[in-house]
């Protein structure tokens, strides 16, 4: 407590107004002034002047803590503005952009409103998710190339997937193994984790500087990393989402364009085979006009001659119908296939015996050699009796004398059925056997024989048994003669055996 001058003068001025005014009173009442009276005077004086001193100082204090709050308020209030404009400045300059035109003016605008000298936003990247790849890096004055680093020894690592960090100085020495801290003359590190909607690590952003961020921008720095970082987080969830949609978006166009092209081809197949068929149909039908107009000149001689050509021709054509027929009814049918389990052995037995007539009248031996053990396949009875009949058709056909021979028997391991037809016919041009299943195709040799034919019936063969889940092989010698193979999946507890 320390009294300084001005203060006693007015204790002094105090104390002589109470004396003069008492010595006022005295002589206006006539009283005899006596020393105590002097006395009481002074000492009400000193009092009052004490009190007053007393008051002022409890005024002063008061007026001190009220500035002192005054100046907190102030600061506080300039704060909050600096804030608000850096927000606003940040915000407005990010609020129109996406992908990473966004990142690149976050860095940008989070750099020149913090007046630090790094900023980056990074996404975690790698099968164990530790490195980082930045989607901007602002350096100083401006936006440096993008790159990909470890995040171990970093101060990044102790961000990404965990909280805010604040290094204020020094982080270059508590990070020795992250050089590039040295390099850039960094001392100072903010940083804060990206998360998605799910609470997964998407990546990080930081702000970096040469100096200590100075006090007051310290907590405008951390609330602008947090409002920022959450707004990165939807933008980068955002860029995934669209990656992955037009991915997906890319792998059903090509999914389409496939489609597209399978039925283009398709459609070719489909106009090849109308186009085919036309073509087969005229020749039998030019000849019938042929023999018809020959039929007019009323020719009694050649009357049976033209009968048998007309009758083949027609004989032609029916069988062409039938084929083609039973082409167009398999692909209609192809949905819904029901398949029962059945024995291929009296399917080829009850064929052989229809055909070996056939067979005799051509002077060839049609024998069936079963195998008793066969296991039963999944199929069509009808189907698969249509496609031994055709392949033992064209043994008989094509084979001028010598054996046809029928025969069944299995794989090893019991998963296949085979059935074989052999012949000891004229055999098949190697460069012609891929060609075998096609529709419409007939060997030049068989052709030149003079053969009646449709180029169908082995057309017919393949597509029964690929419906089948099996295949169909050859094997062919000029002269010697040919051998087709039929495989058949067998029934394993009630299902097809798988095949690789
Ligand atoms: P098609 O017998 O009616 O001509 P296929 O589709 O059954 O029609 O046969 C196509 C062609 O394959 C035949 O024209 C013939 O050239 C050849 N071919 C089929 N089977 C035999 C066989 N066992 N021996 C020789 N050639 C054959």
């Known amino acids: 407590m320390k009294m300084d ?99 690149m003016l976050l860095t940008r605008h989070m750099a020149s409103a913090l007046d630090v000298d790094y900023v980056l936003v990074g996404q975690v990247m790698g099968e164990k998710r530790d490195a980082i790849r930045t989607l901007s890096f602002w350096e100083k004055s401006g936006h440096a190339s993008n790159f990909v680093y470890d995040l171990e020894g970093t101060p990044c690592g102790m961000v990404v997937g965990q909280e805010l960090c604040y290094y204020p100085e020094r982080v270059s020495e508590l990070f020795p193994e992250d050089v590039s801290l040295t390099a850039m003359q960094v001392a100072c590190y903010m940083g804060i984790p990206i998360f998605d909607a799910n609470g997964q690590a998407l990546g990080l952003m930081a702000v970096l500087h040469s100096r200590p961020l100075s006090e007051e921008y310290v907590p405008i720095a951390q609330s602008m990393l947090r409002i920022f970082a959450a707004r990165a987080g939807v933008e980068m969830e955002r860029q995934r989402h669209a990656a992955e949609l037009e991915m997906r ?144 058709a064209n043994a008989i056909n094509y084979t001028p004398s010598g054996q046809v021979g029928v025969k069944t028997y299995r794989e090893d391991d019991g998963r296949i059925a085979y059935l074989q037809v052999r012949d000891t016919g004229v055999g098949i041009n190697p460069e012609e056997q891929p060609c075998l299943f096609n529709r419409f195709f007939r060997g030049e040799r068989t052709r030149r024989l003079d053969k009646p034919g449709t180029g169908l019936g082995l057309a017919i063969v393949k597509e029964i048994v690929e419906r089948h889940s099996g295949w169909v092989e050859v094997e062919s010698e000029i002269d010697k003669g040919s051998t087709f193979l039929v495989c058949l999946p067998v029934v394993k507890d009630g299902r097809a055996a798988a095949i690789n």
């Not at 005295?26 to 002097?38: E, H, K, Q, Y």
């Not at 006395?39 to 007026?63: D, H, N, R």
């Not at 001190?64 to 308020?73: D, H, I, P, S």
């Not at 389409?256 to 085919?276: H, M, P």
């Open 249 to 392: 978006v890319e792998a059903r166009t090509q999914e389409l364009a496939a489609a597209n092209e399978q039925l283009q081809e398709l459609d070719l197949l489909k106009s090849k085979f109308v186009s085919d068929v036309s073509h087969e149909f005229r020749t039998p039908i030019a000849t019938l006009k042929l023999y018809l107009d020959l039929l007019a000149n009323n020719d009694p001689e050649k009357l049976a001659r033209y009968r048998q050509v007309m009758q083949a021709q027609v004989d032609r054509l029916e069988r062409l119908i039938e084929d083609i027929l039973d082409l167009s009814q398999m692909e209609a049918e192809s949905l819904n296939i029901s398949f029962m389990p059945v024995d291929l052995n009296d399917i080829a037995e009850q064929v052989a015996l229809t055909l070996r007539p056939q067979a005799l009248e051509n002077g060839l031996e049609l024998t069936f050699d079963p195998d008793p053990a066969l296991p039963t396949v999944l199929g069509q009875t009808d189907r698969l009796a249509q496609v031994v009949t055709n392949l033992v």
């Open 5 to 103: 001058s001005r203060l006693i003068r007015q204790i002094l001025f105090v104390t002589g107004v109470f004396f003069v005014l008492f010595m006022l009173a005295a002589s206006v009442d006539r009283l005899t002034i006596s020393w105590r009276g002097v006395a009481a005077s002074t000492a009400i004086g000193l009092l009052m002047g004490f009190v007053l001193w007393k008051y002022k100082e409890a005024v002063e204090e008061q007026t001190a803590v009220l500035a002192q709050r005054n100046t907190l308020l102030e600061e506080q209030i300039s704060a909050q503005e600096n804030a608000a404009r850096i927000l606003r400045h940040i915000a407005e300059g990010t609020a129109q952009a996406t992908g990473s035109d966004f990142f």
